[in-house]
């Protein structure tokens, strides 16, 4: 069965203490990867779309990465504007990750 | 300028009414798409549909059903509507269904309430 999941379900950092959220998939033909973010009351917002196993892609204080079994989100200084939860979604099966609930404090 | 707009914002209605949320992009994406964000926040594809293709998630009733006047909007009817019905419903757009320029651009919600 399709499945993707991401860890840990919640994180709190202090400002500037930097880490990692991961995304793991088994999903069959797996073609690559969205990352999103999505604010409370708000729909998700595109961060990052991965396609093979090696990839990176940055974005300010963000780095995305890929394997062939999963994912991560480097956070790097994170500043409390970057609290949110941050999901994971497959190309063309579209299936979401469970998220991971960053809160970031001064 | 909003992308990706949802009407209503909130919907409340009562057990075995039909109901319809509206939706229009204004990126001239050829795709659109329905999601469900149950009260687990878990979000979960329903519809995709573009002018060649409508891709229906198994798992969605059949009281659910997409409806496309042109390429700039999808709506979605619900008929009969139950109490698990309730949850927050995405809709989103992308210029290709697969492929290079798949990333979403999703709409503010429509938070469905069912009593």
């Known amino acids: 069965e399709d499945q993707v999941t991401q860890s840990p379900e919640a994180l709190r950092l202090q400002e500037g203490e930097s880490s990692s959220l991961n995304c793991s998939y088994t999903v069959s033909g797996l073609r690559g990867l969205f990352w999103y973010r999505q604010d409370p009351g708000k729909g998700p917002e595109f961060l990052f779309t991965l396609y093979s196993a090696g990839e990176e892609k940055e974005k300010e204080r963000l780095k995305a990465t890929l394997t062939k079994k999963e994912s991560f989100l480097h956070i790097t200084a994170p500043k409390p504007e970057d609290s949110a939860t941050y999901l994971c979604q497959t190309h063309d099966k579209l299936i979401f990750g469970t998220g991971t609930r960053l809160q970031v404090f001064p | 300028d909003t992308a990706v707009s949802q009407t209503p914002k909130y919907l409340v209605t009562q057990m075995g009414n039909d109901k319809s949320i509206k939706c229009e992009q204004n990126l001239g994406h050829d795709t659109m798409y329905w999601y469900k964000q149950d009260s687990k926040k878990f979000l979960k594809i329903m519809f995709s549909y573009n002018n060649k293709e409508l891709i229906i998630n198994e798992t969605v009733p059949n009281r659910f059903s997409p409806k496309s006047p042109d390429k700039a909007h999808l709506n979605l009817h619900i008929n009969s509507l139950e109490l698990g019905d309730s949850a927050v419903y995405f809709c989103?757009?992308?210029?290709?269904?697969?492929?290079?320029?798949?990333?979403?651009?999703f709409g503010p919600g429509t938070r469905l309430t069912v009593l």
């Open positions: 989103a757009s992308s210029q290709e269904r697969r492929g290079v320029d798949n990333e979403q651009f």
